[in-house]
């Protein structure tokens, strides 16, 4: 609870307009894009700048309020949704491009940036961001740096992580430490860069960030392979990775996910096809040009039963387009979708894609599966209802299925999406008891009092995702 | 000291023969490769594997002993010199190539294994690993690991930090823990992986780790400009990136180093030049035709006096050695070498260079410059004479307003070498108190007896490079 004489402090450092307590207000900010999960902060603020986020948090440490740091709440891990209370922090007004540095290949941005906007920057001076989450177009860069999100791209260009080199941070007691530089080499202590690269606001809060940019490809291509059978489709991935070309983007999608595609583009999909792989190379022309024919000689050899080259951009982007409304197509279907990412070594994606429509069997339920084949990044997505308890249970029982297979096969309970509130139970699958315990003093190292996006990461108990908290 | 009562306990786990506190075994293990800096360990132990090791940490952590994890000893920051006693933990039985991995292409190996043996390795696959220390004919992979080692490829391929893809630790408390996987995606918890790697023995013992490999580039050229200014040598630098182009390599080298390496290595190195840069692409014959192409004209408009690309591999293959031979070609000229890598964005190399030598002449010393120019981190070297007392307090002084510029200018003060025990009262230079305490609580919370590598990364008091501990 925050008390009159700490809600006028508050106001105080980030102006009256900039704090809202009312019903409205805090409703807005009660949950993010992940379903069942929903709770009523206290108040949401708005700073404007880093020392009023260090002040905000210097007077939340001492007080022992629960910040919870948000950008456009696109997340699915109920990574920001405030389920202890306390303060949101939003930064709305903390979203600018600061710089992009042409010499050094560097962009300096706020964290309320939108991903799209930075993506799109970096393009206008011939330049390449290449981190592209699906929610690109409403993500904020501050989101996608504390979740360490991937995209499409992951496979050739890596995540998040391999494009943050600098941070401005504050931490909970209101320090505030800047790390790394505009460096290719830095090894002046330990890595704090990565290490709040994917600590979901739990640690302290990101207010800056300098992002590495690469040289934009100057040419792409994407070719689209149909399988009459998942086993195909999976061989041909680890072929065209065996004969040592490395795609931009390698994407799988089962026939159930192709559907819902297709009634919900219309772009004319294959939607008789049992498994698509929707493959994409970037680089010099005769680079692509070749890889591109090698890759198509593999999917013809690897049984595909049609294998097509999109033949302008506008169609190549119809494709990617179609690939990334999968979580809208799919969340038109029932009331609740629940998309998940277990990921697994690139070798182990068949024995994963058919693991996952066993239990989705065994359980009685709507899996679809799509996702990056080329990480082993997977996307089991099941359509259900929050309303029939007595199917989630099994969703549930199902979920729970997936994570142990995938750790069983040497694999991890999240690739992209992070750990949040909701798969918190599941970290110990992954780490063992001395692995958590190691994070947990980490965790208490930098925020000893708990505020920072507390109950997030770390399991409370052995409650599982079908909890709406308070 | 390690009673009579311990020192049966370590032999009892790792066998007699694999504990040696005599004095000669001692003495070996009392430096590295860091001038200036000796001190005697109690006892040197060789586990042969990762159960030895957590039983060693234990009794170690219970009984307050030192514990110094050793690969081959190249670092240059004085970073394996057990100055506070204690036990060596020497890797020369877990020194395995445990698994090459085509499907997956990783490589997971024990901490021994020498650098330049599990490149050839991945060679051998049609594969590769890009981290290419300098030392990687001696270093092992551990060592690389916790020193998170960089080369000369770094400006292309990033350095070794990029190339963890999971570690297996033994915490100080003796507890086993596993980070990451086979796996391009992994947001299961904070990013261990990488707090690890750059850690330089400090927060555990790494004993298994599974690096990334990537497809063997097809070909690779070599083009050597020579430059009468270093100005022209830098701007060309700036300018090869401009164009969008990212060399494998992209190195300078001043005069007096090109002098000393010639009169090495004697392959006919330019010596009259000023300064010369060695460029390197690698890729697919018509990435790097075009690119070799682009990168001659570049060198030429930036007042290059001559640019020669090598005609064969074997003339290639002689300038890479020869600039591998630096640090060799230098140590000859007077008894004490000092080698540092002050590291500054890109864009501020040559007003390092000039800064480095305008230093250079106010404390009266001979500082030759080379070092990795893409990415910034150059490798200012004093050759001098450690018995001169007088001379070694100029020497420090001048490596002080180095590092002082290095960090004014955008920079850190060790892109590759890390802190150590050497550069150590340096560190808040480039972070701040607030920077420092954060690391600082980050130790305590992996090794709150501070028994794993202590006196190393965090300064107990203000002396600086002159002094040889105990």
Avoid: W
Avoid at 45 to 59: H, Y
Wanted: glycine share 8%; net charge negative; aromatic share 4%.
């Amino acid at each position: 609870m925050i008390s009159a004489q700490i809600k006028s402090q508050l106001m105080n450092i980030v102006s009256p307009e900039n704090y809202d307590d009312s019903n409205a207000g805090r409703l807005v900010y009660s949950y993010d894009a992940t379903p069942q999960y929903q709770s009523m902060p206290d108040a949401v603020v708005a700073p404007r700048c880093t020392d009023e986020v260090s002040r905000i948090l210097k007077l939340c440490n001492t007080h022992r309020i629960p910040v919870v740091p948000r950008g456009s709440g696109t997340n699915l891990c109920a990574g920001t949704c405030p389920t202890e209370g306390g303060i949101v922090l939003l930064f709305k007004h903390m979203n600018q491009i600061v710089e992009i540095d042409e010499e050094n290949l560097t962009m300096t941005v706020q964290p309320g940036v939108i991903t799209l906007d930075l993506i799109q920057a970096a393009e206008e001076k011939g330049l390449f961001y290449p981190p592209d989450p699906s929610s690109m177009k409403i993500s904020t860069i501050g989101g996608n740096i504390n979740e360490n999100s991937g995209g499409l791209r992951g496979l050739k260009y890596g995540v998040t992580r391999d494009y943050v080199m600098a941070l401005e941070i504050v931490l909970a007691n209101g320090d505030i430490i800047r790390t790394g530089g505009k460096l290719a080499k830095d090894v002046a202590g330990y890595d704090l860069t990565r290490l709040f690269v994917g600590s979901e606001g739990t640690l302290g809060v990101i207010t800056q960030a300098t992002l590495k940019l690469i040289p934009a490809p100057e040419t792409k291509k994407t070719v689209l392979a149909l399988y009459e059978d998942i086993d195909s489709a999976a061989k041909t991935v680890s072929n065209i990775i065996a004969s040592k070309i490395i795609p931009t983007t390698l994407e799988f999608l089962d026939q159930p996910t192709l559907q819902v595609i297709e009634d919900f583009a219309k772009i004319g999909l294959p939607v008789h096809a049992k498994a698509v792989l929707l493959i994409e190379q970037d680089g010099t022309e005769e680079t692509v040009n070749r890889d591109i024919s090698v890759i198509e000689e593999i999917c013809k050899k690897g049984n595909a039963v049609s294998v097509q080259t999109a033949k302008t951009e506008a169609e190549a982007e119809d494709l990617r387009n179609a690939r990334r409304a999968a979580l809208s197509a799919l969340a038109r279907l029932k009331p609740t979708t629940i998309l998940e990412d277990a990921t697994v070594p690139r070798s182990a994606i068949a024995a994963m894609v058919k693991a996952i429509n066993r239990i989705a069997e065994q359980y009685d339920l709507t899996i679809c599966t799509f996702g990056h084949a080329g990480d082993g990044n997977l996307h089991p997505t099941c359509t259900t209802d929050v309303r029939n308890s007595e199917e989630m249970e099994r969703v549930e029982r199902a979920f729970a299925d997936i994570f142990k297979k995938a750790v069983e096969l040497g694999g991890t309970i999240t690739g992209e999406h992070g750990v949040g509130e909701m798969k918190a139970p599941y970290l110990e699958l992954k780490l063992g008891e001395a692995g958590v315990n190691a994070m947990r003093a980490v965790k208490q190292a930098f925020d000893p009092n708990n505020i920072m996006n507390p109950g997030k990461v770390f399991a409370k108990d052995s409650r599982k995702r079908v909890v709406v908290s308070k």
